[in-house]
């Protein structure tokens, strides 16, 4: 079975930054693509960036380019999102999620269930 912990957010004010790491296990855990979404008010989880494994491929929202960058550590299995200049509607809860090598489902990288595994989620709250 794979597991996804995230780590990272906390409580932070307007331009500020955090980054969000996401430690991937599991013995059989093989990613092809890693990904964040983000949950806030209206409560629709919502693409944020997502990294190929081989790290030729990065996407983001068009509401994060520019401020988030997202990158991966093939050794330790963990993908981060720095975020910098942090609004207050980039308040959420931010999941990292997994797709696999053997994933049956449809490959697009911006689209939810693309994803095989996802963790608990961390909040990210950014005060004006």
């Known amino acids: 079975q794979v597991q996804l912990v995230e780590s990272g957010g906390g409580s932070v004010q307007a331009g500020g930054s955090l980054r969000l790491s996401c430690a991937a296990s599991?013995?059989?855990?093989?990613?092809?693509?890693m990904g964040w979404f983000r949950q806030g008010p209206p409560p629709a989880r919502e693409f944020v960036a997502a990294?190929?494994?081989?790290?030729?491929?990065?996407y983001y929202a068009d509401s994060v380019k520019g401020r988030f960058t997202i990158s991966r550590d093939i050794a330790k299995n963990t993908e981060f999102l720095q975020m910098n200049s942090l609004k207050p509607e980039d308040t959420a809860v931010y999941y990292c999620?997994?797709?696999?090598?053997?994933?049956?489902?449809?490959?697009?990288?911006?689209?939810?269930?693309?994803?095989?595994?996802w963790g608990q989620g961390t909040q990210v709250t950014v005060s004006s």
């Open positions: 990294i190929s494994w081989s790290g030729d491929s990065t």
């Open positions: 599991g013995r059989t855990f093989s990613p092809h693509t």
């Open positions: 999620a997994a797709r696999t090598t053997n994933s049956r489902r449809n490959n697009y990288p911006r689209v939810r269930s693309s994803y095989d595994y």
